[in-house]
């Protein structure tokens, strides 16, 4: 993990109340992994630093990408930032998403801004060894049209992309975990069974981990919890996780370190 205060390369709105930015910082773009976030501090009125995932990690031009959407003061703070401009960023943090073993399907379910993150993981997917051995399909859901994002990006990797939007204004109308449903095979005997990673609002995650148990097949989730240090001191993005013997004491774990990643089966959700 390294401190930087990285300069902005590129700052544009990608949709409504969606922007990208582009920070300079080799040291962090050198390590970072799929799932993992950096910790900003945008800048007057917000004092706390805020996470934001990582839409990319380019360690040869030595950038980070990232998307946020405007929902309050410190979001609203970075929309003032312009190319030039230097961000204070703590990074890279969190525990990535595991890689499936050799030749699995992968299906990546993303809701609003819990898409940036399947991004990078697909980009990096895409390219483990042997080439062209993985099959990489996105599942993007979003409230209405104008809040899909990074749907282009996927099929510029050459990504299958299905859309389920709440109001049917683009795609599948309605989750986009009953558009999931019906990809997935109903037995593990019917071919090879995909492995899922997840990442978007709690109760959509929480129906796709459900599916994803019945259907018994893996799946990861990238929890998006408010966080206050996001270095495992404050406690304050705890979760709980499933008690180890089964029926013994709660136990909880940090979602800015031992996750933002886990295995959606640890979660006891609520
Ligand atoms: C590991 C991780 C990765 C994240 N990645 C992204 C990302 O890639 N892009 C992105 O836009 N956002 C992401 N978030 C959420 C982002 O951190 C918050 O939206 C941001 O901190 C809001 O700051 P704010 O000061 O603008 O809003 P605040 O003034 O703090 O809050 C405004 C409103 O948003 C709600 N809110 C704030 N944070 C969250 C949250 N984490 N979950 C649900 N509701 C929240 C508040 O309850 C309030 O209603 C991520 C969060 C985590 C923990």
Known sequence: MAQAKAPVLVHRRIARDHCLMRL?????????????????????????????????????????????????????????????????????????????????????????????????????????????????????????????????????????????????TSGHRGSVVDLLRRFLPTTRNRGPAPVLYICGPTPMMAAAAALADRRDLPAQVSLEERMGCAMGCCMGCVVEVAAEPAGSHARFQRVCTEGPVFQADEIVWR
């Open 24 to 168: 300079k910082s080799a040291r962090i773009a050198s390590c970072a992994l799929p799932g993992q976030f950096i910790h900003l501090l945008c800048g007057e009125p917000t004092l706390l630093r805020r996470p934001f995932s990582l839409l990319d990690a380019d360690p040869r031009a030595g950038t980070l990408d990232f998307i946020y959407k405007v929902v309050g003061s410190g979001t609203r703070a970075l929309t003032h930032l312009s190319p030039g401009d230097r961000v204070d960023l703590l990074g890279p943090l969190g525990t990535p998403f595991k890689m499936p073993p050799d030749a699995e399907t992968a299906y990546l379910i993303g809701g609003g801004v819990g898409i940036p993150p399947l991004y990078l993981l697909a980009k990096r997917l895409l390219d483990l060894p042997p080439a062209g051995s993985r099959r990489v399909v996105a599942f993007l859901g979003a409230r209405t049209k104008d809040w899909v994002i990074c749907a282009d990006g996927f099929r510029r990797l050459g990504i299958p992309v299905h859309v389920a939007t709440d109001d049917g």
